[in-house]
């Protein structure tokens, strides 16, 4: 017997109230809201289809080791939704004041985990640990509508493709900042869940990839500003996102057996379907 196609999936992954309510204005609009699915204990906002795919978004805690943080929630989500793609969309702290701006939006080529490291008997730090290259296929799209949108759209963000740094602290000192500066010259910005995202993704052979724009400069984040910030980064990032999955299908559908249960196939409209059904 034939097989059908089902949209294949991409987990699109949150750590902050401002980050989750860009991603549900951009995709849903604004005050609506998406159907939500509980597989193994852990609920998620089912967003819809686009750019061929169906779209799954989860929320973590911050940083990557604790619960409920990046490694736990992407584990879950592969096992829960088979994806093809993990995506982290939301807010970074930027490097370099005097060539970058807030709002700036990074995009990983590679991540490097700033915590592994070896103290040497002076004091100095010498790190540790490869630089995972980011889905090729992820890149190149946003790189291509990154092209498309600068030479076409009138307020699309500054996009910078580069190193991202990822670790298990919130940097807000400025000493600490430029010591990974220093560490890790070629760094374009950092966060805190990219580590368990990557891990995870890489181990199950999934493609991932960074996607966060500048809200701070890793000192004095306790600024009259601090949520105007956030939240022009968090929308910065969420557009970039968008326009990514505007286009035409990303990835192909895989192919279903007859008799697959509902659990394993997600047969939603797409989003349009959707939001006039509301």
């Known amino acids: 017997a034939k097989g059908m196609s089902t949209a294949p999936?991409?987990?699109?992954?949150?750590?902050n109230e401002h980050e989750?309510?860009?991603?549900?204005?951009?995709?849903?609009?604004?005050?609506?809201?998406?159907?939500?699915?509980?597989?193994?204990?852990?609920?998620?906002?089912?967003?819809?289809?686009f750019g061929g795919c169906l779209l799954v978004h989860t929320i973590c805690e911050m940083g990557s080791g604790s619960i409920g943080a990046s490694q736990q929630r992407v584990?879950?989500?592969?096992?829960?939704?088979i994806p093809k793609a993990v995506i982290a969309v939301g807010i970074a702290f930027g490097l370099n004041e005097s060539k970058q701006k807030i709002g700036d939006v990074l995009v990983s080529t590679h991540i490097q985990d700033y915590e592994l490291?070896?103290?040497?008997?002076?004091?100095?730090?010498?790190?540790?640990g490869?630089?995972?290259?980011?889905?090729?296929?992820?890149?190149?799209?946003?790189?291509?509508?990154?092209?498309?949108?600068?030479?076409?759209a009138q307020s699309w963000p500054k996009v910078r493709f580069g190193l991202i740094l990822s670790g298990q602290k919130l940097v807000d000192n400025l000493d600490y900042r430029e010591s990974l500066k220093e560490l890790f010259s070629e760094a374009i910005g950092g966060e805190m869940e990219a580590v368990g995202v990557y891990s995870i993704a890489s181990a199950a052979k999934v493609d991932w990839i960074v996607v966060k724009a500048i809200c701070d400069w890793g000192h004095e984040k306790s600024n009259a500003k601090k949520d105007a910030?956030?939240?022009?980064?968090?929308?910065?990032?969420?557009?970039?996102?968008?326009?990514?999955?505007?286009?035409?299908?990303?990835?192909?559908?895989?192919?279903?057996?007859?008799?697959?249960?509902?659990?394993?196939?997600?047969?939603?409209?797409?989003?349009?379907d959707y939001i006039a059904q509301q």
Do not use: C
């Open 9 to 15: 999936t991409i987990i699109l992954v949150t750590t």
């Open 20 to 49: 989750d309510k860009a991603l549900l204005d951009a995709f849903l609009g604004a005050g609506r809201t998406a159907p939500q699915e509980t597989r193994g204990s852990v609920t998620y906002n089912v967003l819809g289809r």
């Open 75 to 81: 584990s879950q989500a592969i096992q829960h939704w």
């Open 117 to 128: 490291g070896r103290v040497n008997k002076n004091g100095t730090i010498t790190p540790r």
């Open 130 to 152: 490869d630089k995972p290259r980011a889905s090729d296929t992820l890149g190149n799209r946003f790189r291509q509508i990154d092209l498309k949108k600068k030479r076409s």
């Open 229 to 272: 910030y956030q939240k022009l980064a968090a929308k910065n990032a969420v557009k970039m996102l968008k326009a990514a999955f505007k286009g035409d299908d990303l990835y192909e559908a895989s192919s279903v057996v007859p008799g697959t249960s509902e659990k394993e196939v997600v047969a939603l409209p797409r989003r349009d």
